[in-house]
């Protein structure tokens, strides 16, 4: 970038705010007891498996999601706790790609509504930002007059098809 003319002026890491989220599976999805739209999840998140209530209608059971476990920080400040929901206890909580401080625009398969499904299975416990968070990275360049714009769009493009 720099020999194309350009200069990285700041440089932001999306959803570094994110903290105590890690990879989970659904094992096990049930009915509520008392309310028709949402669902009572056990969650295998590596050290245990957990319950989770949510009202999340995209999800299946064998599903790997982002888990926020009590104590986690989400985006806009957001912290998560142990709580009871329709008399149904819920220890964390499923995340969506904008509920982790990141865009669909950056993760083109995450669901319009509802929450962000691995593609793959990922190591059980793991913290998500080794997967989520290290592909957005938000830069901020100056373009010096004599730069030929196509330059720069040529790498930002090779960088987008990178794995």
């Known amino acids: 970038m720099t020999m194309a003319g350009t200069k990285v002026e700041t440089y932001e890491e999306l959803g570094k705010e994110i903290t105590n989220v890690v990879v989970g599976k659904i094992l096990q999805i049930e009915a509520h007891p008392d309310a028709d739209k949402l669902v009572v999840t056990k969650v295998d998140v590596g050290s245990e498996v957990i319950q989770i209530v949510t009202g999340a209608n995209n999800i299946s059971e064998g599903d790997y999601i982002p888990v926020a476990l009590p104590g986690a920080e989400l985006a806009q400040g957001l912290k998560i706790k142990k709580g009871k929901l329709r008399g149904v206890e819920s220890n964390g909580m499923m995340c969506s790609v904008e509920e982790l401080g990141l865009s669909r625009e950056d ?27 290290w592909e957005t990275l938000l830069l901020n360049m100056r373009l010096r007059p004599i ?17």
């Open 147 to 163: 730069v030929q714009i196509h330059l720069v769009l040529s790498v930002l493009l090779v960088k987008r098809q990178l794995p």
């Open 107 to 133: 993760f083109a398969e995450a669901p319009e509504h509802g929450i962000y499904l691995f593609d793959e299975p990922k190591e059980l416990g793991s913290d998500v930002n080794l997967f989520l968070v």
